[in-house]
């Protein structure tokens, strides 16, 4: 027999949900919000390093080979070399950055004991992975912006926003590409060394090897080729065409079927960490 109180009762000041009812329905946007703001805070308080060491390492890249590759007024595309490869960095450091942010968020819980922080509350999988996918974006966009004020100021680069669509769209894209293959990574990893590995194996390469600093037009056939399998090539291209109004791509009408492209890879690899996190691979066990 038990105690029943005021509470239990449909007159009572409480009334309880049946047991096995969530009390919770819909989208908990109170957890949802807690935790974006949680990561988001994570790397607010070393911005210095999150923010503006990123910004500073892009620009040394750009007087680096802006030096070595665009003396006597070398033009790519019509434009001059550091301007041509400006909007590349940018990109690829919002890239990485967003890689960097959701790829030690589950991982740093592993290795600290604190995966319970995440396995706990009341979210979701698909919460779970919106909040930690949203402020690894906030972190590319901010990177982006600054890595774009020191591209601005520095002599020899113009930043003008010939198609503002395909800035907008190509760099939410290529952020949230590498913040879903970095969250699917903090999952898979069970120390630092995996995540250095995929870092200096994968990301780093691609990066480098997508048309960031030169146009496929120069390579071989055969190369060329593989550059058009590599999805960091479409994503530094249509977000430098946002800027130059040209690409490697082609025209408009080709960068915007590569825009969609990105969509459908980005929902392709959701879908592919949700399954993963609504299983508890190498989160639970």
Known sequence: MTESTDADKPGGRFQFAPRGQPVITGINRVGLQALYMKEVRRFLKVQTQTIWAPAFTTLLFLVIFAVALGREGRMVLGVPFATFVAPGLI???????AFANSSFSLLGGKIQGTIIDYLMPPLSPGEVMAGILGAAVTRAVLVGLAVSLAMALWPGVTLAAVHPWAIVWFGLMGALMLAIVGLMTSIWAEKFDHNAA???????????????????????GVFQTISRF???????????????????????????????????????????VYMLLRSGWKLKS
């Open 198 to 220: 995929i870092t200096n194996f994968v990301i780093a390469p691609l990066s480098l090897l997508s048309g960031t600093f030169y146009t496929i037009e120069n390579l071989h």
């Open 91 to 97: 990109v690829m450091a919002m890239m990485q950055n």
């Open 230 to 272: 590599n999805p960091f090539f479409y994503v530094i291209s249509g977000f430098r065409y946002g800027f130059l109004g040209a690409s490697d791509i082609g025209d408009g009408g080709h960068v915007a079927i590569a825009g969609l492209g990105l969509a459908a890879v980005n929902g392709v690899l959701m879908a592919g």
